[in-house]
């Protein structure tokens, strides 16, 4: 009988589920497509939720040593309307999220997976599988096969091995992605806290402090996101241009162009893809599905990397001190995450077309009254809430970590 369990993607949810479930004792196997994994990509936002699954890892000093906290998000229209003006002090006086390039993370989280000496293998891709009673076999590219206790799908919002899972499920792609990078901080660049600049739903301009991308680096990075339709990703190069590009931002944000002068080749900006991803429930037997593949959604919230995080924590939880067999953790885990996942789902579904799309509605509502909303007490709490990981529910339920 196959004892250990295969982890399908070595991203944020791959390598943390494989971390903790190694912790605990669990053989896993890791499989990655790509075959040598560079730490690239640009910043991203971890909230305290996050943190805390860092901080279980033992990995959050080693994180806050090269991130940057942020306390305050500000968010405005050229004419100086406030669209959001939110500070995670109002959620506790202690709480803050962390800036950090997803190169420094993932640098972090491979370090701990290769420390705790998981069987990793790079430039693998599996292209499929198919589960008996007691066993889920592997199809991987090469044509090899591999049999192993338990599967866990973590490759991402456009797996095609979610499809495999006998479970209702939908993934849509947005509209609209972006293009985003981390640029060097100019001397004199003003100490920014996440800073967003709005036109309608159609044009944003995203800056945010990630602090440094490994301890020998010296720059302070800024994280700059542009928002462009799908239809646009390819060609913008060509057809817009570098130099076009970087006079749109600045019209829209002129405080942006110092920061600009970093930016030199088209290539230094990565383009962003995203999906909407449903499933009904996250597990078929002994197959589970976890980060983007099992609840992909627009960064709007800032939540993918921190609900990967919290996905692989909580199945460690589940896990821990029960010999039950893998089809039953894995159904107490779509019990344990239903209610969180649910909530960010339907939150991200709502909230995208007013920051991304074509709509004029939508944003002149938000532009009129999400900065007067956060000015009430409640709604700057429930807001703060949301962003920080912590809701279940709409009017009341709290993630417990
Ligand atoms: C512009 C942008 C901004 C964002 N900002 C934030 C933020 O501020 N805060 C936040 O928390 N999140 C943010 N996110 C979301 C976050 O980046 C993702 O949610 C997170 O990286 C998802 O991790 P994952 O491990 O589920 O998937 P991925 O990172 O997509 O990893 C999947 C892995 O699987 C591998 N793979 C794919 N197919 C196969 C296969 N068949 N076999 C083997 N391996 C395979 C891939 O090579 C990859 O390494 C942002 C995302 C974008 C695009």
């Given at each position: 009988m196959p004892e250990s369990v295969a982890i399908v993607g070595a991203g944020v949810a791959g390598a943390a589920a494989a971390i903790r479930l190694a912790e605990q004792g669990v053989e896993v196997d890791l499989y990655e497509a790509v075959p040598e994994p560079r730490p690239i990509g640009a910043g991203l936002l971890l909230q305290p939720t996050g943190q805390r699954v860092q901080a279980a890892m033992g990995l959050l000093n080693e994180?806050?040593?090269?991130?940057?906290?942020?306390?305050?998000?500000?968010?405005?229209?050229?004419?100086?309307?406030?669209?959001?003006?939110?500070?995670?002090?109002?959620?506790?006086a202690d709480a803050y999220g962390l800036g950090i390039q997803r190169g420094a993370l993932m640098g972090l989280l491979w370090s701990r997976v290769q420390a705790l000496g998981i069987r990793w293998q790079r430039g693998v891709a599996v292209d499929g599988f198919t589960q008996d009673a007691a066993s889920v076999t592997l199809q991987l590219s090469g044509g090899t096969?591999?049999?192993?206790?338990?599967?866990?799908?973590?490759?991402?919002?456009?797996?095609?091995?979610?499809?495999?899972?006998?479970?209702?499920?939908?993934?849509?792609?947005?509209?609209?992605?972006?293009?985003?990078?981390?640029?060097?901080?100019?001397?004199?660049?003003?100490?920014?806290?996440?800073?967003?600049?709005?036109?309608?739903?159609?044009?944003?301009?995203?800056?945010?402090?990630?602090?440094?991308?490994?301890?020998?680096?010296?720059?302070?990075?800024?994280?700059?996101?542009?928002?462009?339709?799908?239809?646009?990703?390819?060609?913008?190069?060509?057809?817009?241009?570098?130099?076009?590009?970087?006079?749109?931002?600045?019209?829209?944000f002129p405080d942006v162009a110092p920061l600009l002068a970093g930016l030199r080749d088209p290539a230094q900006l990565r383009e962003a893809r995203y999906a909407d991803v449903w499933m009904r429930r996250w597990h078929d037997g002994r197959v589970l599905a976890i980060g983007d593949c099992a609840h992909g959604m627009s960064p709007q919230l800032g939540q993918g990397a921190n609900m990967a995080l919290i996905d692989a924590h909580e199945l460690a939880a589940e896990l821990r001190g029960r010999d039950r067999g893998?089809?039953?953790?894995?159904?107490?885990?779509?019990?344990?995450?239903?209610?969180?996942?649910?909530?960010?789902?339907?939150?991200?579904?709502?909230?995208?077309?007013?920051?991304?799309?074509?709509?004029?509605?939508?944003?002149?509502?938000?532009?009129?009254?999400?900065?007067?909303?956060?000015?009430?007490?409640?709604?700057?709490?429930?807001?703060?809430?949301?962003?920080?990981?912590?809701?279940?529910?709409?009017?009341?339920?709290?993630?417990?970590?």
């Open positions: 994180a806050l040593a090269l991130g940057t906290r942020v306390d305050r998000l500000f968010g405005d229209t050229p004419t100086g309307r406030t669209v959001l003006d939110m500070s995670y002090r109002r959620l506790r096969s591999a049999r192993h206790a338990a599967l866990i799908v973590a490759n991402g919002s456009f797996s095609r091995l979610r499809e495999g899972l006998r479970v209702a499920q939908h993934a849509r792609p947005f509209p609209w992605g972006a293009v985003w990078t981390v640029l060097p901080a100019p001397e004199g660049f003003p100490q920014i806290e996440l800073r967003q600049r709005f036109r309608a739903a159609s044009q944003m301009l995203g800056l945010m402090p990630v602090g440094k991308s490994s301890h020998d680096d010296r720059a302070r990075g800024i994280n700059l996101f542009w928002s462009l339709p799908v239809v646009e990703l390819d060609s913008w190069a060509s057809r817009i241009g570098l130099a076009a590009l970087k006079q749109q931002m600045t019209e829209l893998w089809p039953a953790v894995f159904e107490g885990y779509t019990r344990r995450r239903r209610a969180h996942i649910r909530f960010y789902g339907q939150a991200s579904r709502g909230l995208t077309p007013m920051f991304q799309s074509h709509a004029v509605v939508a944003p002149w509502l938000r532009d009129r009254f999400f900065g007067w909303g956060g000015r009430l007490p409640y709604i700057h709490q429930q807001s703060i809430a949301t962003l920080a990981g912590y809701k279940t529910g709409w009017l009341w339920g709290r993630l417990k970590l």
